[in-house]
């Protein structure tokens, strides 16, 4: 019987991810042996797996399967005018408070769900310390350009990837010979300097974004507004995400920004309580025309057939893609009770996303039997799976391993594979173990990959 933990406001879960996550190989410490760095991860060989897998499910969704959608990879140092423009330099910044006795700063508009750091049971401002006006801290990380630093060489590394997608508004809309309604979409690092990140890899100062700006004429707003936000949320539920543990925040007219006419966040019910898991926005046509007046450079669409010109509205489906392979990993997560009562931990990882496809196991490691599972592990990657090989412990052990991996897919070279020319093959979720032809691996994983359904 499996038994999903609670996860609302459960810090013993979320320490199981934690451990869990270095035990396996998915998230490390950064720079561990010189003592870390304040909320700074590097990603191990599953976690790297695990990050590319989201990111091309992203992209496959996003622009593969869409013919109005296409890619753009922007630099991540830009003129730094691309951020006066914007807002950043000005504007991009938290209001932040110090506590005279602990020496802690915490943002002044989440104090709530801040602690002290020297009695955690209590709120800043609640443990006898004295808290300083807010202050405003700029998010923006800087740094110099050329072996000179003075203040003429001063750069920044981009908070988001959306500014060089409007940048280059009419460089792919005439190059890709597209018009409106058109997205253009891209994947990769932003860095901020966030004052309080935490919650493990749920806030990190340097994080990849999956980001889309979809362009529409003004009139067809609200309509692709509501399209968006329904597609994004449906592709976590394709993925395994449970859908009564997401939901929809729409923001109140207070919360939007100056340049938004509607933004709603899908969230998902965290070990830490709900949060963010990604944004949609409209961002009417602010970001286009202020690059416009800026740079002298118009960003407009000819209309030919009405003869107009008209500066397309924006909706932007923006999310963490370090954050979404949170979501997928404490989605997975699962402890079940054996009879016997041991407890199996296994990641119940969507297929397409698991980090490693299939595990190819010789029984023993003698008779011929590791060299006919290393033949049919490269049988498979060259099919284009992820695969791993283990011949180290009893296989009732290497099994358990590969369930706490996430992996779909466990093969068993033994005698009867070496004559007969099948292996057995173990299935993650239910265990269930059936006989399969080498020459039919293939077909009967993909007929898995797309057949998979969540265990009940």
Excluded at 193 to 219: L, S
Excluded at 229 to 258: C, N, P
Excluded at 376 to 403: P, S, V, W
């Amino acid at each position: 019987m499996s038994e999903q933990p609670s996860t609302k406001k459960d810090t013993q879960f979320m320490e199981k991810i934690v451990s869990l996550c270095k035990r396996r190989g998915y998230v490390f410490p950064a720079s561990e042996i010189y003592g870390g760095i304040g909320n700074t991860y590097d990603y191990g060989p599953l976690g790297v797996e695990l990050l590319r897998r989201v990111k091309e499910a992203w992209w496959e969704r996003t622009v593969t399967e869409r013919e109005d959608v296409v890619g753009l990879d922007s630099a991540i140092i830009q003129n730094p005018e691309v951020w006066r423009t914007s807002g950043h330099v000005g504007g991009f910044s938290d209001p932040m408070v110090d506590c005279k006795t602990c020496k802690g700063r915490f943002r002044a508009d989440k104090l709530e769900d801040s602690k002290c750091l020297q009695k955690p049971s209590k709120r800043p401002g609640e443990c006898d310390g004295e808290l300083t006006e807010p202050r405003e801290f700029n998010l923006m990380f800087k740094t110099t350009l050329g072996p000179v630093e003075d203040t003429g060489a001063v750069a920044y590394l981009r908070p988001e990837t959306a500014q060089g997608i409007f940048l280059n508004f009419l460089n792919v809309m005439n190059s890709a010979r597209t018009k409106p309604p058109f997205g253009i979409a891209q994947i990769g690092k932003s860095f901020r300097n966030e004052i309080t990140p935490g919650n493990f890899v749920f806030r990190t100062r340097e994080f990849e974004q999956a980001e889309m700006e979809f362009f529409v004429p003004p009139d067809q707003e609200a309509q692709w507004f509501e399209f968006w936000v329904k597609e994004r949320f449906d592709w976590y539920t394709s993925f395994g995400i449970r859908a009564d543990k997401l939901r929809i925040r729409v923001h109140e007219a207070e919360e939007l920004a100056h340049y938004s006419t509607a933004t709603s966040d899908i969230e998902y019910e965290y070990p830490f309580g709900w949060g963010e898991l990604e944004g949609i926005a409209c961002r009417t046509d602010f970001d286009l025309k202020r690059h416009s007046e800026a740079s002298g450079t118009k960003l407009l669409y000819f209309d030919p057939q009405t003869k107009e010109k008209y500066t397309p509205y924006v909706i932007e489906p923006a999310g963490g893609i370090n954050r979404m392979a949170l979501t997928f990993l404490i989605e997975a997560y699962d402890e079940e009770v054996l009879e016997g009562g041991d407890v199996r931990v296994v990641l119940r990882f969507h297929p397409r996303i698991a980090p490693v496809t299939a595990a190819v196991l010789p029984l023993v490691k003698k008779n011929g039997m590791p060299e006919k599972a290393r033949e049919i592990g490269a049988m498979l990657r060259k099919a284009h799976f992820t695969t791993l090989y283990d011949e180290a412990g009893a296989i009732g052990r290497r099994y358990r391993r590969q369930d706490e991996a996430g992996t779909p897919f466990c093969i068993t070279v033994d005698g009867d594979s070496l004559e007969g020319d099948s292996v057995t093959v173990r299935h993650r979720d239910s265990m269930e173990q059936e006989r399969v032809p080498v020459g039919e691996l293939r077909a009967f994983i993909e007929r898995h990959l797309d057949t998979w359904t969540r265990p009940v």
